[in-house]
């Protein structure tokens, strides 16, 4: 089976700047895959060696079957980038047909096509209007449009919620779920994690121009719940008593009322849990487990270093 994207070793170094050391990846057709890491890391330097723009220093990689910069592979590809610079005055028809045109497209087909895409972004109403009069939502929005414009086999999106409202981003949620459906390989490079977490099926870590982890959302996210309690009565004794069942035990507060946090591997004990402290004399208010975020899983492989 082909696979969308599939990367051995690929390298770029900008003199003694090496910007991506060691890129493997695999992609497969009708997956979403999110791309993760720091400022710096690499993200960009690998998209734009994935697509062409720049080329590696070494490795190997192919899309869609073919080499980098195949280019009838090109006109299979959706590409929506971070920092757009569309042209202010064209209209949002005018802006999709000189994509079309870029696209090789025929012109009954984007006759077909474009109002179809302006319709599935929500900008019908906006069709002849310039884009200088656009906001940078519906900006966002007509990129998207242009990056499906040609039905793209495989897509990438850098970004692709940045400039969105709720509704934006649930509109954008959405077509990434026809996409999967239709086979439509996707591949999200976004520092809104949440939104990585509610659509990608797989999700890659870069550190440093490294791949440093890949797994689906699942296996990333499975482990310790956290768990946190209001109690009241807590002693020293029953804090220590836990450790039967749970790690990285933890009170802030009073005696007669505190927060009690910690960590355990799984949430069928808690009714036990409940029993022991209600045993020891322990009043418990409320209590709330919950499952590692995707936002956890990044801090824990990538760091948390703000200089980056």
Aim: hydrophobic share 40%; charged share 25%; net charge negative.
């Amino acid at each position: 089976m082909t696979l969308a994207i599939e990367t051995h070793h690929l390298r770029k170094q900008f003199g003694d700047k090496v910007a991506v050391a060691d890129l493997s990846i695999r992609v497969e057709c009708g997956e979403i895959f999110g791309f993760l890491g720091q400022n710096g890391a690499g993200k960009t330097t690998s998209v734009k060696m994935l697509l062409g723009l720049v080329h590696p220093t070494s490795g190997e990689a192919t899309l869609l079957g073919k080499p980098l910069g195949n280019t009838d592979v090109r006109q299979r590809v959706g590409f929506l980038p971070e920092h757009f610079r569309f042209h202010g005055w064209l209209s949002a028809v005018e802006f999709l047909r000189f994509h079309a045109n870029l696209f090789r497209m025929e012109t009954h087909a984007a006759d077909q096509r474009i109002p179809e895409m302006l319709a599935l972004v929500g900008l019908s109403q906006h069709a002849n209007k310039k884009l200088r009069a656009f906001s940078k939502g519906m900006l966002q929005r007509i990129g998207l449009a242009q990056a499906l414009l040609n039905q793209p086999d495989l897509v990438f999106l850098d970004e692709p919620t940045s400039g969105l409202d709720p509704i934006g981003r649930r509109l954008v949620r959405d077509i990434i779920k026809d996409l999967r459906e239709r086979g439509t390989a996707v591949f999200i490079n976004s520092h809104l994690l949440s939104e990585i977490e509610v659509t990608c099926d797989r999700v890659a870590f870069i550190k440093q121009g490294e791949i440093v982890r890949i797994g689906t959302l699942q296996t990333l996210m499975e482990g310790d719940f956290t768990v946190q309690i209001r109690v009241r009565n807590l002693s020293d004794a029953t804090q220590t008593g836990l450790t039967r069942w749970a790690t990285n035990i933890r009170a802030t507060g009073s005696e007669e009322e505190s927060m009690l946090t910690f960590n355990i591997s799984d949430e069928a004990c808690l009714p036990e849990i409940n029993r022991f402290l209600i045993g020891e004399g322990v009043d418990v208010f409320s209590m709330r487990p919950e499952r590692h975020s995707l936002e956890d899983v990044f801090l824990e492989i990538v760091g948390s270093d703000t200089s980056l």
